[in-house]
């Protein structure tokens, strides 16, 4: 077993450097594509499609940070960078830097923040965060380890934003988490955001909310022991109900997620 074992962790190795990453550097909006960075922030990372971790860091980047927002950097950009307009239940997307495709076996979400400013040029993201998309295991007979996720292989998440979204600036946070190197805290979290203004006359008001940094920790087994190769579907899916990633999403009726 032992063997076997190291045998594991170096295809995992193996895999992790052979596979790309990614990032969401666009906005799709009417089926048409934006350019990289119009409505999402750009990070100022050397290269901006390397993953946020606990350990083994890139940029020293930990999702214990402030700047698990919308990444490192990137408020510093949040001035030149446009503001979508979009009417609260339209769908809409955002696609990867670069034809990228999702590459890692893990869950999706999207979470908004409105300005507390009023100005999302100006905000950063400090106020409360709500989920509006979600997606996890779609093929509960498939890999664990790859195809399983809904999310594996998509080049981009499209989501609504909820009919009853009040009107006013939000950051838009699309995020993929890669769970392949769970087993050794190294969760991979891809992540970036838009900045959208929301007409309408939506008056709704999530239930469940929360604060970035605060919504994950390395406590939590779904990024810190987590094992896709070895763990149950019914393991994997108790940790996702363990995280915010198991929580209902705001405006529910529009996420692909498992029946669970
Ligand atoms: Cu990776």
Same mark, same amino acid.
């Given at each position: 077993?032992?063997?076997?074992?190291?045998?594991?962790?170096?295809?995992?190795?193996?895999?992790?450097?052979?596979?790309?990453?990614?990032?969401?550097?666009?906005?799709?909006?009417?089926?048409?594509?934006?350019?990289?960075?119009?409505?999402?922030?750009?990070?100022?990372?050397?290269?901006?499609?390397?993953?946020?971790?606990?350990?083994?860091?890139?940029?020293?980047?930990?999702?214990?940070?402030?700047?698990?927002?919308?990444?490192?950097?990137?408020?510093?950009?949040?001035?030149?960078?446009?503001?979508?307009?979009?009417?609260?239940?339209?769908?809409?997307? =955002?696609? *990867? %830097?670069?034809?990228?495709?999702?590459?890692?076996?893990?869950?999706?979400? $999207?979470?908004?923040?409105? /300005?507390? !400013?009023?100005?999302?040029?100006?905000?950063?993201?400090?106020?409360?965060?709500?989920?509006?998309?979600?997606?996890?295991?779609?093929?509960?007979?498939?890999?664990?380890?790859?195809?399983?996720?809904?999310?594996?292989?998509?080049?981009?998440?499209?989501?609504?934003?909820?009919?009853?979204?009040?009107?006013?600036?939000?950051?838009?946070?699309?995020?993929?988490?890669?769970?392949?190197?769970?087993?050794?805290?190294?969760?991979?979290?891809?992540?970036?955001?838009?900045?959208?203004?929301?007409?309408?006359?939506?008056?709704?008001?999530?239930?469940?909310?929360?604060?970035?940094?605060?919504?994950?920790?390395?406590? =939590?087994? *779904? %990024?810190?022991?987590?094992?896709?190769?070895?763990?149950?579907?019914?393991? $994997?899916?108790?940790?996702? /109900?363990? !995280?915010?990633?198991?929580?209902?999403?705001?405006?529910?009726?529009?996420?692909?997620?498992?029946?669970?």
């Amino acid at each position: 077993m032992k063997s076997f074992a190291s045998f594991l962790t170096i295809t995992g190795a193996l895999l992790h450097s052979v596979s790309a990453h990614y990032i969401f550097s666009k906005l799709v909006l009417d089926n048409e594509v934006s350019e990289d960075w119009q409505y999402i922030r750009e990070t100022t990372r050397d290269k901006c499609y390397m993953p946020t971790k606990w350990s083994s860091t890139f940029d020293n980047l930990t999702p214990s940070d402030t700047d698990f927002r919308c990444n490192l950097g990137s408020f510093s950009n949040a001035a030149k960078t446009e503001v979508a307009d979009v009417a609260a239940g339209d769908t809409i997307g =955002m696609k *990867l %830097f670069y034809d990228g495709t999702i590459a890692h076996p893990g869950p999706g979400q $999207v979470y908004m923040s409105k /300005a507390t !400013t009023g100005n999302v040029k100006e905000y950063e993201g400090d106020g409360d965060w709500f989920k509006i998309w979600e997606t996890t295991i779609c093929e509960e007979s498939g890999d664990l380890t790859s195809d399983a996720w809904c999310a594996y292989g998509m080049s981009q998440f499209e989501f609504q934003i909820p009919e009853n979204t009040p009107a006013g600036e939000y950051l838009v946070r699309a995020e993929h988490v890669g769970l392949h190197g769970a087993q050794n805290n190294e969760a991979e979290f891809f992540y970036s955001c838009a900045q959208v203004k929301v007409s309408g006359s939506g008056s709704g008001s999530p239930s469940v909310t929360y604060k970035i940094p605060g919504l994950y920790d390395n406590n =939590m087994t *779904l %990024f810190n022991g987590l094992n896709l190769w070895t763990d149950s579907l019914d393991t $994997v899916k108790s940790d996702i /109900a363990d !995280t915010p990633i198991g929580d209902e999403v705001w405006s529910s009726g529009n996420s692909r997620t498992s029946s669970a």
